[in-house]
């Protein structure tokens, strides 16, 4: 079941500017993960958080995780045009065998 | 370099006719998954497996059929008793069983009915 919902549905912005991305979801997690798909293409992971973590970073990405609100934010700073794309929150439910995916963010980055 | 193939890329087929989605993978995963993705859906469950020669069915099972005979191979069949088949289909797989770390996709396949 599509448990996380990313906000907002469409992002448009100019390189060097930071993005934020916001993803909800609706019961207990083990884990969320953050995917980037471009066009036509496959998802590609970007990163892993825990459900004992608060904050994560890789590169230009940062990535939060509040349980007691039951969501989590990506942060990309710096953007490229190249990172346009779409982006996809994921959760792991504690009882379940499958990532759940949201509907995700469409990322456009103008030079 | 080891991954996820998918194949075909786009495939197209006649209303009534079954279709096989091939998905192999060379890296050594225990556990793999297919979804599919319609446009502004996200990605819906349809199946997985966790080990060879065993699966569970997803969100989305009706109308899709699977195999596991080999750990690398995981193969989808869209039956005729799929309503509504177009769409872009993505295997992906993981380290165990659990889906506890990331998920490796491939390229996917994208279905047209005529």
């Known amino acids: 079941s599509q448990q996380g919902e990313e906000d907002p549905q469409a992002l448009s912005i100019q390189e060097g500017e930071n993005a934020t991305m916001n993803c909800s979801y609706k019961t207990s997690i083990n884990n969320l993960q953050w995917y980037r798909q471009n066009s036509g293409r496959g998802l590609v992971h970007l990163i892993l958080i825990r459900s004992n973590e608060r904050e994560k970073h890789s590169g230009r990405l940062r990535v939060t995780l509040d349980t007691s609100k039951k969501s989590s934010s990506l942060l990309i700073t710096a953007s490229r045009a190249a990172d346009t794309a779409s982006y996809f929150c994921?959760?792991?439910?504690?009882?379940?065998?499958?990532?759940?995916f949201g509907k995700g963010t469409s990322l456009l980055v103008t030079p | 370099d080891g991954g996820i193939t998918q194949s075909p890329k786009y495939l197209f087929r006649k209303e009534g006719q079954n279709v096989t989605l091939s998905c192999e993978q060379n890296l050594n995963h225990d556990a793999m998954y297919w979804y599919r993705q319609d446009p502004g859906q996200g990605l819906r469950l349809i199946y997985y497996s966790q080990i060879v020669n065993d699966f569970q069915k997803g969100d989305i099972a009706e109308g899709y059929s699977v195999s596991r005979e080999k750990k690398e191979s995981f193969p989808l069949t869209v039956t005729s008793a799929q309503k509504n088949p177009t769409a872009f289909y993505l295997c992906?797989?993981?380290?165990?069983?659990?889906?506890?770390?990331?998920?490796?996709f491939g390229e996917g396949s994208r279905l047209t009915v005529l």
């Open positions: 992906a797989s993981s380290r165990n069983g659990l889906a506890a770390g990331e998920l490796f």
């Open positions: 994921a959760t792991v439910p504690n009882s379940g065998y499958a990532l759940n």
